[in-house]
């Protein structure tokens, strides 16, 4: 069901920007049609064209240059034999005007479309190759390059590639114009300067798990150097202490290799417009206690946002971290207990979980981030049985008040902010916080992980056929949840899923941890031992999870060789390498249908959203019940506690620290004077400070305070604590009814050292 790449270079444009696939058409690239071939071009190799230094219009070839030269020369010498002026003839301006139109055709409105007016969904093609000599070698400083299928791309370390897009992608890159959002990745995604329509544009993304929050099996041979290393808190202990191999800086290296601009522009390539970008809050900080490599990764994730925009791809920022761990897997920082929300520090960490929310919605939000970033995943998978339905639905309150404050209310204010549904399933989330602005329900279905006992086969045949029960499982199991909760909630993606339909693969489930599949994993850990039934059955499953899934992020783009073969042993989780070998399809667009072809159907979302869930009237006004519900923070009770434990003396932090803002990037070559990078704040009205702990006071264990005892006194002991008021502006719910104000002073001992804090918990940050 897949398309291949067609043979010409330049075919008719046969549909408008954004139009839904035709499956009755075979899969054309859109092309302008003063670009279609001749037929001698048509019928020639793929590769065999040149580009001009404008790489507009192929090169004049040498001999006609020759001839025309000769033919001036001649008629200069004899005048007397001169025939009639060719000016007098009809013929010479009936040619002279094709060739005007051509030029105006082939560079004025390109260079219109693309640098001056930013297209907006219109039908504007491209020719093969891009700005620049041909070559890939770079244009004049200050000019702008743009090009689609067939250009060559240049680097910043000097490596070229061609750009392979079958689909009408446009790349626009100006030195002096950096901010430029003017490119699209394919014909039916608009351009990032234009308005994404939900429930008419549909999310085609991949994850980039890996790059900034290492995790074992993606990165295998990582964590087989070290051995012990089992999360990116042990791998950062025993790589730290390895100078002699560099220490923590062997991660800047990973992240300047493992994901390049060649990825960002074969995922376009792919005929995706979205990635999720997985980060860690110590891109913004971390503390003393904690071993990650912090800040570091942060001038990359920028690098990766700028390739984003020159492909004209958006980004979902998905928040993979939280301070304390959000869920106890090795992809929260530290495998273990949570700590977020739950157990003695469950405050604490939350304060500084909100503040990193703060600081990084204040950096995309502004102009220069706001197209390429319009979406924010604010808290990656929190394990809500742990946690708590009633204290989890607290924080995204107070966390959606503070973002909007930020960013302002409505559509075209900051991105949309994404929140997992806590593995309690779709429906659970149904009418959650009614009237908030611009929230979405994200979901990430796996099989490999729901302790099923049947591993079914999935080399059953080709066709629909094809995939045994698992094509028809995907359908039935997550279609009609999706259809259902954008009826229910309102927007929703699903921000993780594979082909994983069992739980092999190296380090999968965790280093030292054995999978579940009932036979053996070997077969599943090399996909060049496939036959073409098993790649057959992949590949049908996978256009099921597709249609299903409808707005989705296959995780993961790329999963890293292990270190003892050389390849990848968890092939069902890479995108790249699905690609390569054909399970994966390579227009995302042939799922379409998928799931009706098999038999599966249900009532379906008519794609018709309320007005608030996208920004439109009536957005942040909260309904009464909600604000009751859950408008006062801190959440009661705290999960995880001793019985009989106190809240009050919970310990928390002082907003008196300075704010570790975000830094734009460095751009280079410097662009002109008149672009504004921005300073990395994009609300001059939100003043506060950040958290910190209370000075003289010692706290339980940040990342492991569950089973620690409680404090049973305030800090400092003597005489009571004075509260410290926090510089912090109140957070103002936009809700119908206020949250009632607590103000706590949360100062309190352990057992056997004192711990004060000082908090207006109105205003954590």
Known sequence: MSSSRPDSLADPFVAALNTPLDLSQSLEPPRASYLSPSSETAVSPRDSYADTPDNVSPLVPENEKRDAIAYTQESREEPALRRRSILRRPLFWLIAFAAVTIVVLAIILPVYFVVIKHPNNSTVGTSAGGSGDGNGNPPPPGTTTTGGNGSVITTADGTKFTYLNPFGG?????????????????????????????????????????????????????????????????????????TASGGLQQLETHYNTFITEQDIAEIAGAGLNWIRLPIPFWAVEKWDFEPFLEKVCWPYILRVLQWARKYGIRVNLDLHTIPGSQNGYNHSGKSGSINFLNGVMGLANAQRALDYIRIITEFISQPEWVDVVPMFSIVNEALVSTIGTDQIITFYLLAHDMIRNITGYGEGHGPYIAIHDGFLGTAAWADFLQGSDRIILDTHPYFAFDSQSDWA??????????????????????????????????????????????????????????????????????ASQWNSSMIAGLNEFTLASMDALQNWFFWTWKVGNSSTTNSVQSPLWSYQLGLQYGWIPTDPRTA????????????????????????????????????????????????????????????????????????????????????????????????????????????????????????????PSTGGATPVTATTPVIVTTSVIAPTPVTTTSTSVTTSTSVTTTSATTSLV
Not at 170 to 189: M, Q
Not at 626 to 640: F, H
């Open 457 to 526: 086969p999935i080399a059953t045949g080709t066709g629909l056929s094809a995939g045994g029960i698992w094509p028809q499982q995907a359908c039935s199991a997550w279609g009609p949840g999706i259809n259902t909760s954008q009826a229910a909630f309102g927007v929703t993606i699903a921000g993780e899923f594979s082909d994983g339909y069992n739980d092999c693969g190296l380090y999968l489930t965790g280093v030292g941890n054995t999978d579940s599949y009932g036979t053996t994993c070997s077969l599943f850990l090399d």
């Open 592 to 715: 379409v249908g998928t799931c009706a072809a098999l038999g599966v159907t249900g009532p379906q979302f008519d794609g018709v959203y309320l007005p608030y869930q996208t920004g439109g009237p009536g957005a942040g006004t909260i309904v009464a019940a909600s604000v009751t519900s859950y408008g006062q923070y801190p959440p009661t009770p705290i999960n995880g506690l001793t019985a009989g434990a106190i809240q009050s003396l919970l310990p928390t932090y002082t907003s008196t620290s300075a704010v570790p803002t975000l830094p734009p990037p460095t751009l280079s070559p410097s662009p002109s004077p008149s672009v504004n990078a921005g300073n990395g704040w994009f609300d001059s009205g939100d003043t506060g400070l950040a958290p910190t702990q209370v000075q003289g006071c010692t706290y339980p264990n940040a990342w492991d305070a569950v089973s620690s005892p409680m404090p049973t006194a305030l800090c």
């Open 170 to 242: 446009i790349w626009v890159d100006n030195p002096n114009d950096p901010f430029n959002n003017g490119a699209y990745p394919n014909s039916w995604t608009p351009p990032l300067n234009s308005s994404w329509t939900w429930g008419v544009d549909k999310v085609y993304g991949v994850n980039l798990g890996g790059l900034f929050v290492l995790e074992p099996f993606i990165t295998p041979a990582l964590y087989q150097k070290y051995p012990g290393s089992v999360d990116e808190w042990t791998l950062s202990t025993l790589m730290a202490a390895d």
